[in-house]
């Protein structure tokens, strides 16, 4: 299972938009890459998955390079309600197991 | 969309007894569900894999005898902690996928385990 690295903690303010990376180096052929978002005492929520190049959805970007050895997480203008925990995962669509790596912690202020 | 609930959302219970949470999945059958735990400001760590109709494959360091999972059925997986012990007391957080419906994990709302 790919490992990844994230920043620990960031810091941002309410309507700035967040860009988080997450540097997953070997990563294999089959693996996409999924962001999740943990609130206190929940589990985590699916925020975002890709393979390559870009995805977006109505909450969230996220970008891939072509070596996909990195990806970021773009969220537009931020609220206080985005303060969570964020975590990159990498896997095989069909190998479902997930190791959690440290995540990133976000604080939004007003 | 898909669901997965978790059962009972916090218990306390004394130490030396056993208690056991439920993790369903609401509208999709799960072949495969998967257990963690996560201390306060700590990732969640996986500690197996629950399998139905066999026996779950456990994360190298956690005593399968002491964390008890079935699964039954293709909707449901339970963890049993067994002969509790403070050191016990954990967010515990059940996750599964749809069977043929891709890669997308969801995840248990979590179930809040103190051990007094």
């Known amino acids: 299972l790919a490992k990844t690295t994230q920043p620990i903690s960031m810091d941002s303010y309410e309507g700035q938009e967040v860009n988080i990376t997450c540097s997953h180096n070997?990563?294999?052929?089959?693996?996409?890459i999924t962001w999740y978002q943990q609130f206190p005492s929940q589990g985590p929520r699916f925020i975002i998955q890709?393979?390559?190049t870009k995805v977006t959805n109505e909450v969230a970007s996220l970008f891939i390079p072509a070596d996909r050895k990195s990806s970021t997480l773009s969220l537009p203008r931020v609220s206080l309600s985005d303060t969570a925990v964020y975590y990159c995962l990498v896997g095989d669509p069909g190998f479902q197991k997930l190791v959690f790596g440290t995540g990133t912690r976000l604080l939004v202020s007003p | 969309g898909a669901v997965v609930s978790q059962h009972p959302s916090w218990v306390i219970c004394k130490s030396g007894t056993s208690v056991k949470i439920e993790c369903r999945s609401l509208?999709?059958?799960?072949?495969?569900m998967f257990w963690y735990r996560q201390f306060p400001k700590q990732s969640l760590m996986l500690m197996a894999t629950s399998n139905e109709g066999s026996k779950a494959t456990y994360e190298q360091g956690v005593e399968k005898d002491k964390f008890l999972i079935n699964h039954a059925s293709l909707t449901l997986s339970t963890l049993t902690v067994t002969s509790a012990h403070p050191e016990d007391s954990s967010f515990y957080i059940c996750?599964?996928?749809?069977?043929?419906?891709?890669?997308?994990?969801?995840f248990g709302e979590g179930s809040w385990l103190t051990v007094v």
């Open positions: 070997n990563i294999a052929t089959n693996d996409y």
């Open positions: 996750s599964a996928n749809q069977v043929g419906r891709g890669n997308t994990i969801y």
């Open positions: 509208d999709f059958q799960a072949t495969t």
């Open positions: 890709g393979y390559k």
